[in-house]
């Protein structure tokens, strides 16, 4: 209740902010609202494949919801919208317990730990470091030519397990790997299609995995 809390009524008091001063609002959304994707990669037409009455749901719907809410301010009156889907960020400085693959794969990995894979690791996703989604959120949000939604983040897509051995070799680590079961409604496949980001926006990341990675654990090295 409070993850559709905050998604929808935190977003409306933002958006009554924004009516009353005159702001720009930058909405973050997610690449969660493709659910389950049937289409890869994801384009910003694509609806989705959500469960909206599945485990995740609370977080998917939420966003979904915030996205049409911030449409009809922007409809009905006038707000100055701009919405921005993200993909996987990572970097240093990004909390160490909340539960996310990277934080989780890098601790473990430091401590020679068993790496845990949820599934059998041929899952995928694609991450985009904190320094290349902070100059696409302020493209964004200086842009005058668009609204959104855009798609933000790295298209080069990668397995769990390939995401595992990787921070393994770069960390030196012991670590195994092991292995649960998925989650339900767990997505098989993320990647986004930034065509639209690099024609609007002028912008592509330039990050790649391993350097990204790098300096990630060189952070949670230190802390």
Known sequence: MKTLDTAF???????????????????????????????HPQHESYWGNVNPIGPRSCYDEGK???EALCYAYHRQHDVDIRIVRLFNVYGPRMATNDGRVMPNFIQQALNNQSITIYGTGDQTRSFCYVDDMVSGLISMMNSDNTNGPINLG?????TMRSLAQTII?????????????????????????ITLAQKKLNWDPIIDLETGLQKTIDYFNKI
């Open 169 to 193: 070799r770069l960390t030196n680590s012991e670590s195994e790997l092991s292995y649960l079961p998925l989650p339900e409604d767990d997505p098989h496949r993320r990647k986004p299609d």
């Open 9 to 39: 009524i935190g977003t409306k008091n933002i958006l009554d902010l924004a009516h009353r001063k005159n702001a720009r609002v930058l909405y973050t959304s997610t690449s969660e609202i493709y659910g389950d994707p049937l289409e």
């Open 64 to 66: 979904r919801s915030a």
């Open 154 to 158: 790295n298209p080069a897509e990668i």
